[in-house]
């Protein structure tokens, strides 16, 4: 083999062995979040309601607290899961809740609207794995 080859292929028999990096602060695989009061379904009248959020086998804590198993929570309005690679947008649709609430009171227009809860790290990035709630639809009158 020439030296080069060999190089080669001792480098890809290191990256081989390499550990993997997960992509985010690391999360227990039995964290889990979830949406504890409107209920699904739930039909509110008016649109300010409050939203109370829990969360199992992880703390809650504000933004830029680097500890393991904790984050924030943030709200995500008639919008799917972002990308679980990059910060947690904060727009309309994205409410962060970076003081460590676990509830807030939020205001929507009258319809039907999803709410779904997604934890953050210290960094507004979500979890590895992700800790999320299950999407709950609910309707403003």
């Known amino acids: 083999m020439t030296r080069g080859i060999k190089l080669a292929a001792l480098a890809a028999a290191i990256l081989s062995t390499a550990p993997a990096f ?21 039909v509110v009248a008016g649109g300010k309601l409050w939203v109370r959020m829990g969360l199992r086998n992880m703390g809650v804590c504000p933004k830029g607290v680097e500890k393991p198993n904790v984050g924030h929570h943030h709200l995500l309005i008639d919008t799917p899961l972002p ?15 970076g ?4 509830e807030a009171r939020i205001e929507l227009p009258p319809g039907k609207h999803t709410l779904q809860m997604l934890l953050g790290d210290h960094k507004h990035v979500p979890h590895d794995p992700p800790v999320y709630s299950k999407q709950i639809s609910i309707t403003v009158r």
């Open 22 to 42: 997960a992509a985010g602060t690391p999360s227990p695989a039995n964290a889990e979040a979830y949406i504890i009061w409107p209920p699904d379904g739930a």
């Open 83 to 97: 990308p679980m690679d990059a910060e947690i947008p904060s727009d309309r649709n994205h409410l962060h809740f």
């Open 99 to 102: 003081a460590g609430e676990t």
